[in-house]
């Protein structure tokens, strides 16, 4: 194609870097520095939070930082940003994909950062004006947030029509990277995979027709800990710009997973696997599990490489046990749908390292032990999954589960007592044609609310969800006060 992905990359970097005077700062780790608030790395703005919030030591390099632009690894896997639930399912959100993106630190705003994304894609890559929409934020009446006017007019006086500029509110066009930190309203920039009719409303409603590619957002404000806003001392731009996504759009691909960035790994799942190759079926389709296993295990190998890498195991807490459900997500998938046999996920793992290797080096050098890692968790998992298998065929065999569904009990014990996440079940179910029985479970749920427990592996749940930062060597007993953070605990 016209447009490799690593040109792609190395072409936004330059037009920033060279014709627009930009800093080139590499990606951070993915495991986040000394900010509790955060499980993974989700957005490039990340690292340069202490210049936005004005926290910046004055001697450190960063403090000097006015225009900077870099690609940054980005995990979206839980806390604020979660889209784990969306992988395989669609053709654009993945846990791990590489962001984009250009910064002002209190140099230009608005204008010049409109002007500048909309010349890259228009002039530079040459997409058409008329398959891409613009929203801007239109005001929140309940917290008394005016509308950004200003963005709307930006965008007029580029020449973009008027019914292309969508307003929306504060869920899209708002932007904040956590629970706190610094934020404002943002405009981004929709590309619109049909063309040939108005797209419009498919901007925003989930479509694969219509797709969010590009980010601008203007940061004035900090939300602080008491929720309330705190207008900046000085004003920045940060954007992000999917890497997956751009490339699909240059590519003249309706999916990430047709890209450069994935065939490769595709090809390398097919050899191992014990059916057909990867043919981008989705939904209901006939065939399309298949096709969703081949997108869970591509992204899920890709999001385990880069964590690994960086320093994240699959382990008993916070970002570790978002990791270790991943892995045995993938093993899952792997094993039982695409028939490939135990070793061939870790097998995946110098494809990863020859097609981001590049970008990313420490693929490269810790590509050994990322395989060991991989290995060792797959076989420890396999162990209970057939123990978790045998005891879904048993019940299977004895109760005709098609009408009064699939007994909650028996569903909580694996959940409870093997360890087994919840939509995990749901899936191993699902396959067998059989649904667990909502009502008694939710009942189950709720009864157990209170408990703490410790099931065999030690991890630390109340009711269906698992608390991070309790750690093991807090001593937590039945009947213990716990503060319940839920959008820091996992659901199982
Ligand atoms: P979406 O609405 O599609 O979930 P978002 O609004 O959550 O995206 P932002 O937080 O605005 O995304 O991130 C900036 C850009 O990063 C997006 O415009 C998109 O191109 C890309 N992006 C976000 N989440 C993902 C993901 N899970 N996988 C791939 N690219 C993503
Ligand atoms: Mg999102
Ligand atoms: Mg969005
Ligand atoms: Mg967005």
């Known amino acids: 194609p016209g ?5 792609v990359r190395s072409s936004f970097l330059d037009f920033f870097r060279r014709r627009h005077g930009h800093l080139l700062v590499p990606s951070s780790p993915v495991r986040p520095r000394a900010d509790p608030s955060l ?76 002007q500048m994304a909309w010349s890259l894609l228009t002039e530079h890559y040459g997409i058409p004006a008329d398959r891409l929409y613009v929203s801007y934020f239109g005001g929140d009446a309940a917290s008394g947030l005016p509308a950004d006017e200003e963005t709307r007019n930006i965008w007029l006086d580029l020449g973009v029509s008027p019914g292309r500029i969508l307003p929306f509110g504060l869920e899209d066009n708002f932007w904040e990277m956590g629970d706190s930190g610094p934020c404002g309203p943002c405009t981004e920039i929709h590309f619109d995979h049909m063309g ?40 920045s731009v940060d954007t992000g710009m999917g890497l997956e996504r751009l490339v699909s759009v240059l590519q003249g691909k309706r999916s990430n997973y047709d890209t450069d960035l994935f065939t490769p790994l595709m090809d390398a799942i097919h050899q191992r696997s014990g ?21 869970v295990v591509a992204d899920h190998i890709r999001t385990l490489s880069v964590c690994i890498a960086d320093g994240i195991h699959p382990g008993m807490s916070g970002a570790e046990l978002v990791l270790r459900r991943i892995l045995r997500r993938a093993v899952r998938f792997c094993i ?18 020859q097609l981001l290797g590049d970008a990313y080096p420490e693929l490269k050098q810790e590509e050994d032990r990322i ?51 919840l939509d995990l079940v749901d899936m191993m179910l699902e396959e067998r044609g059989v649904r667990v029985n909502r009502q008694d479970l939710e009942r189950l749920l709720s009864e157990n ?44």
């Open 336 to 353: 039982q749908v695409l028939q490939a046999p135990q070793g061939a996920l870790a097998s995946l793992v110098p494809t990863i390292t």
């Open 39 to 114: 499980l993974f790395v989700n957005a490039g703005m990340n690292q340069f939070k202490p210049v936005f919030l004005g926290t910046v030591d004055p001697r450190s390099q960063m403090a000097s930082y006015r225009r900077v632009v870099n690609s940054q690894k980005c995990v979206r896997a839980g806390g604020k940003h979660n889209d784990l639930e969306d992988v395989g399912r669609d053709t654009y959100h993945h846990t791990f994909f590489e962001m984009l993106g250009n910064w002002s630190f209190g140099d230009y705003f608005k204008v010049e950062a409109c």
């Open 196 to 235: 040939g009719r108005d797209a419009a409303f498919l901007v925003n409603a989930g479509s694969p027709d219509v797709v969010e590619i590009w980010n601008l957002v203007f940061i004035q404000y900090n939300r602080e800990p008491d929720r309330s806003l705190r207008l900046l001392p000085r004003f």
């Open 275 to 295: 059916v057909g190759p990867y043919t981008g079926r989705t939904g209901t389709e006939e065939g399309s599990q298949v096709d969703l296993a081949y997108r």
């Open 449 to 492: 609310q209170k408990d703490v427990v410790f099931p065999v592996d030690g991890l630390v749940q109340v009711g269906g969800y698992v608390v991070h930062q309790v750690t093991a060597t807090d001593r937590l007993k039945t009947g213990d006060q716990v503060q319940l953070h839920l959008d820091q605990a996992h659901r199982l």
């Open 3 to 7: 447009f490799p992905a690593a040109h």
């Open 371 to 421: 395989v060991d890692i991989i290995n060792e968790n797959e076989a420890q998992f396999l162990a209970s999954l057939q123990q978790g298998s045998r005891i879904i065929q048993r019940t299977l065999s004895k109760k005709d589960c098609k009408h009064s569904g699939f007994p909650a009990s028996v569903a909580w014990t694996l959940h409870r007592d093997l360890g087994f996440p």
